[in-house]
């Protein structure tokens, strides 16, 4: 949820927002979890290298969150993830 939160971050579209933050908080999140989730880190280290390895992909974000304990099955979930929301943005936007 705090990978989608932060990839979406920009989103205009208000119903999705809403729609994340009511997910989140019945996940138990706080709203300070949302709020860090949504500036693309995260309370837990874990967690804030797998967001910002799903900001920006690149091989030093990788490296990064394998050194925190993610594996490679994990970083390529990740890698998925991002590029879902990535395309996404670029359909919306054309």
């Known amino acids: ?6 990839l979406s971050a920009k989103s205009a579209d208000q119903f999705d927002v809403r729609r994340q933050e009511n997910d989140a908080r019945t996940l ?11 500036s693309g880190s995260s309370f ?6 797998a967001t910002a390895f799903a ?6 974000n990788r490296e990064s969150a394998i050194k925190a304990g993610l ?12 590029a879902s929301y990535m395309g996404g943005a670029l359909r919306k936007s054309t």
């Open 28 to 38: 138990g999140m706080t709203g300070a979890d949302i709020d860090i989730a949504r």
């Open 44 to 49: 837990d280290f874990q967690l804030a290298k």
């Open 1 to 6: 949820m705090s990978i989608e939160l932060a």
């Open 55 to 60: 900001l920006a992909p690149n091989e030093a």
């Open 71 to 82: 594996d490679d099955r994990v970083c390529a979930a990740i890698e998925q993830i991002a």
